[in-house]
């Protein structure tokens, strides 16, 4: 009889249980949201995760906060958010360094992107453009790429290291045309554009967001966009300047713990995508050169798994290990 009764009392008590997690889940978000840019301020992933927790912070009326965890090619704030209590209080915003090529680069992180944590929405593609220093005496990709060859390492890039897009794309391009560079690596994209500036370094492959208002003000030329886009109508793409296949790009995607509870995972997906598509929004986003995605977590979830294919196919091929 007592075993009975105590059975009785767990049911009732997990009974209890459900509507109460499904009133939390229904409440969300009840306070105040941790955005986790595991970057340093004034990057890509900064710019697009501001604009994304302003955006969401006036459409849901409950403050949505960044907070920056740079370092370790993003593995800081990726962990910090993959150890968070999975209640849709702490969301990850990071760029695909994170998420497609870090898996590939090392062989052992402290987050598994796929077990630790749960896809939300890929947010934003920010397109890459070939940029060149004045004094580097290339006016075209063409030329940049003959100088490499006929002169091999006598042209210097920067990039904020080898878990990057920007690296590996240049890479890409070498493999592609038997181009030699010299690279040098920097602690962020910041003293990497100063030294491009001063012309200690040549040329960079970088994201638009970043490096428009230095193409703006003539201070560097730009050469060739991975893709094309309207903020430089002028400029070739990499396939019409005479390199084709290149498959590098630079995105900021929203992530949260595993076991978020798919009721929130699938309304913060919703809300990214109505946001998006906010007037203001849209014209924040234009102004830092990033073109809206946020598809669905199960569309997004397809799409990194194949990026993290292509990503590593290639480092393997080449190599490629974290200096």
Do not use: C
């Not at 150890?83 to 849709?88: C, R, S, V």
């Amino acid at each position: 009889m007592k075993y009975a009764m105590g059975a009785l009392a767990l049911l009732l008590a997990s009974a209890a249980v459900v509507p109460a997690q499904a009133q939390a889940q229904g409440d969300w978000p009840s306070k105040p949201v941790t955005v986790v840019v595991p970057s340093s301020a004034g990057g890509g992933t900064d710019a697009y995760g501001r604009i994304l927790a302003q955006a969401l912070t006036e459409q849901m009326k409950q403050s949505f906060v960044v907070d920056n965890k740079p370092g370790a090619s993003g593995a800081i704030g990726a962990t910090h958010v993959a150890k968070a209590a999975p209640d849709g209080y702490t969301v990850l915003v990071a760029s695909n360094s994170s998420l497609g090529i870090n898996p590939a680069l090392y062989r052992s992180l402290s987050y598994d992107v796929f077990r630790d944590l749960a896809p939300v929405t890929r947010g934003v593609i920010a397109p890459m453009v070939v940029v060149a220093h004045p004094g580097a005496n290339a006016r075209t990709l063409r030329e940049l790429v003959e100088r490499g060859k006929r002169e091999p390492g006598s042209l210097f890039y920067g990039t904020a290291g080898v878990g990057s897009p920007l690296y590996i794309g240049v890479r890409m391009i070498e493999a592609a045309t038997g181009a030699q560079f010299n690279h040098i690596p920097y602690k962020g994209v910041g003293p990497a554009y100063q030294d491009l500036l001063g012309g200690r370094v040549n040329f960079m492959l970088t994201d638009l967001a970043s490096v428009r208002q230095y193409i703006d003000a003539g201070k560097v030329r730009a050469l060739a966009v991975t893709d094309r886009t309207a903020l430089l109508p002028g400029v070739p793409t990499l396939a019409e300047a005479g390199v084709p296949g290149i498959k590098a790009f630079t995105s900021f995607s929203v992530m949260v713990p595993a076991k978020t509870p798919q009721p929130v995972v699938k309304r913060l997906a919703a809300e990214i995508q109505k946001a998006m598509k906010e007037p203001a929004t849209a014209r924040r986003l234009e102004q830092q050169a990033l073109e809206p995605v946020a598809d669905t977590p199960e569309e997004f979830a397809a799409s990194l798994r194949e990026e993290q294919q292509n990503w590593g196919a290639f480092i393997r091929q080449h190599h490629i290990q974290p200096e």
